[in-house]
């Protein structure tokens, strides 16, 4: 039977600052990432995300970044692991309070932006972001790029691993994402880009941006919802999913 999960960022909206349609989005997702205060979110945000997506049964993790509001958590930063570790620790432990408060227990930690994407390809960050995981509570997973640094990490350091793709982007041959700075980098094709995803979770393979088939593992397929016309396809993505016979269920459940 094939089963994987279905995730998105939420709670990325700040102060005067709206970001996203979370309660749109959460309709049709199985686990949030909620963002946890430094590249975007505040302890208000946080706590309406929380209640959110435990009003519609929706598991929770933690969505870290850089501590960079300004540039979104999307600029590359130089930061030792010590550092990197310590990042992470403050902000699980923010979003814990609040999960902790709802009385859930947080499902996992995904990295935001330029953290996520830097920690793919660097052993080393990578590494400390899981232990920094570890160390909070070790019973959490680690969302991470399929066939990445992210996963080799997270097996090392003693995390159960769960291997994501998105829906709208394109591969390079070594399995990291095409640059959004070059031509390709999205799948605008809402059809191609579904029939990929169900390549992805039933076949264990994509098309690279070469054209090239590489072989890649599906437990959570990314999606946006931070424009109406993306909320479409998110339901889109979650009814032919169901269509094609593979059952939607949040992290925990696809991974066992």
Known sequence: MYKVDLNADLGESFGAYTIGLDSEVLRFITSANVA?????GDPLVMEKTVALACERGT?????????????FGRRNLKVKPEEAKAYIKYQVGALLAFTKARGIK???????GAFYN???????????ICE????????????GLAGS?????AKEVGLRAACEVFADRAYMDDGTLVPRTMAGAMIHDKKLA????VRMVKDGCVEALSG?????????????????????FVKEIRDTLEREGITVACIADVIG
Not at 59 to 71: F, N, Q, R
Not at 132 to 143: A, F, K
């Open 59 to 71: 598991a929770v993790g933690a969505h870290p970044g850089y501590p960079d509001l300004m540039g």
């Open 36 to 40: 946890c205060g430094f590249h975007a």
């Open 132 to 143: 920094g995981i570890y160390e909070v509570d070790p019973s959490l997973i680690m969302l």
């Open 194 to 197: 579904i029939s990929r995803i």
């Open 149 to 153: 640094a992210h996963i080799r990490a």
């Open 106 to 112: 947080m499902q996992h930690v995904k990295p935001h």
């Open 212 to 232: 090239k088939i590489i072989p890649i593992q599906a437990d959570s397929i990314c999606v946006h919802g931070d424009n109406p016309d993306a909320i479409g």
């Open 118 to 128: 830097m920690a793919a390809v660097d052993d080393a960050l990578a590494r400390a």
